[in-house]
């Protein structure tokens, strides 16, 4: 007799997803607001703590529901132009917006424990949850997944002021959307470290260029015009391939 095997899911549920990154979540807040006084170095302790803790329980998640490639572009290389079109764009919207001044001189072993430390204590498990967990669970609604996704980020950011968390919903969107159309967790996570690790150890901010709303608000402006730009460029490379099959197929079928 042949035995049924029933397919495991391969996208966790909403809630699940939510209630696992919460607790976690919340004790960041609760040091970082200074709720659970702690010192300096012990806050930095904990913090990477919480990272390893959020990957960790990324990892078991990821186990319990595997997918394959889930981005919606079936082309890497449109994925990782995707990815660094992020990078780009955060960093051309944020020179744009801010003064920028020369980090401290640090040794180049220093320098890339630093940036090894951002992707992949930070980026990474930051992508995987909010491009990855969550965008599976919401797999089939671009508007959940994308902006659901860049809401949970900026209040991730919630006791780093509400200025951060504005300019982190925003940057989320422009992470969300290269991930909805393709671009690897991997190379979002790459690109999201560099990101940190440019701004806080190469050319952190000075200064804005303007007085400070507006200037917020025209990093936010810049960084939602850049995700309709991927979006655009996304869509365009999709059509162009169809086309191209299209002709493929009919020049089969005609000779």
């Known amino acids: ?18 209630a696992s990154f919460a607790p976690t979540a919340i004790l960041l807040w609760l040091i970082g607001l200074s709720i659970i006084p702690l010192e300096r170095e012990g806050v930095r302790l904990v ?12 990892f078991i998640l990821q186990e319990q529901f595997p997918a394959g490639d889930d981005g ?5 290389a449109t994925g990782l132009v995707l990815a660094a079109g992020v990078l780009l ?40 949850w909010f491009r990855g967990l969550w965008m599976r669970a919401m797999a089939g609604r671009p508007g959940c997944a994308i902006f659901g996704g860049a ?8 006791h780093q002021g509400w200025e951060l968390m504005l300019t982190s919903a925003a940057l989320g969107v422009l992470f969300g959307t290269a991930r909805w159309y393709g671009a690897p967790i991997w ?3 790459l690109a999201h470290g560099l990101f940190n690790w440019i701004n806080s150890n190469i050319i952190p901010g000075v200064a804005w260029r303007s007085d400070p709303l507006t200037a917020r608000l025209l990093y936010v402006g810049l960084l939602l015009l850049g995700a309709w730009v991927l979006q655009a ?4 490379r999709s059509k162009d391939r169809r ?13």
């Open 233 to 236: 460029f996304a869509r365009s």
């Open 47 to 58: 913090f990477q703590a919480i990272s390893l803790a959020q990957l960790f329980i990324a």
């Open 72 to 76: 919606r572009n079936d082309s890497l």
């Open 243 to 255: 086309l191209r099959a299209e002709d493929a197929t009919l020049s089969t079928s005609s000779s």
């Open 1 to 18: 007799m042949q035995k049924l095997v029933m397919d495991r899911p391969t996208a966790p549920p909403a809630w699940l997803v939510v």
């Open 151 to 158: 809401a949970g980020f900026g209040l991730y950011h919630l």
């Open 187 to 189: 190379a979002l996570a």
């Open 89 to 128: 764009i955060a960093e051309l919207a944020r020179f744009a917006t801010a003064q920028l001044g020369w980090g401290r001189p640090n040794s180049i072993p220093a320098l890339l424990l630093l940036l090894a430390q951002q992707v992949v204590m930070i980026a990474l498990a930051e992508e995987l």
